[in-house]
Nanobody, 125 residues
Framework: EVQLQASGGGLVQAGGSLRLSCAAS????????IGWFRQAPGKEREGVSC????????YYTDAVKGRFTISEDNAKNTVYLQMNSLKPEDTAVYFC??????????????????WGQGTQVTVSS
């Protein structure tokens, strides 16, 4: 049984930081990927970042490159998304997802088999 839980969202001012956490259970094999997605009101869900254990590569959408960093804590089975220099346009519900994902297709929702509940991130200007 695979379970994911996203947490760490909140309200911050523009330029501030948040660290999101994705706690995973049931994924003991190091051959999967964890992706972060976000969805703002009236917009499609978009891929934000992904770490793929199959190739050890981290991916980021252009909008967050240089500001967000994905990392892991193997002992806690947790993946983090450190979000710095936050902008109002980062406001969204953030979701984490897990699956066996090809590197070039990490932004495709259909590649992920399990999803956690979202956590709200609000950035004020």
């Amino acid at each position: 049984e695979v379970q994911l839980q996203a947490s760490g969202g909140g309200l911050v001012q523009a330029g501030g930081s948040l660290r999101l956490s994705c706690a995973a259970s049931g994924l003991t094999d190091d051959d999967y990927a964890i992706g972060w997605f976000r969805q703002a009101p009236g917009k499609e869900r978009e891929g934000v970042s992904c770490f793929n254990w199959a190739d050890g590569v981290a991916y980021y959408t252009d909008a967050v490159k240089g500001r967000f960093t994905i990392s892991e804590d193997n002992a806690k089975n947790t993946v983090y998304l450190q979000m710095n220099s936050l902008k109002p346009e980062d406001t969204a519900v953030y979701f984490c997802a897990a699956g066996w994902v090809g590197g070039s297709s990490w932004t495709r929702e259909r590649e992920y088999d399990w999803w956690g509940q979202g956590t709200q991130v609000t950035v004020s200007s």
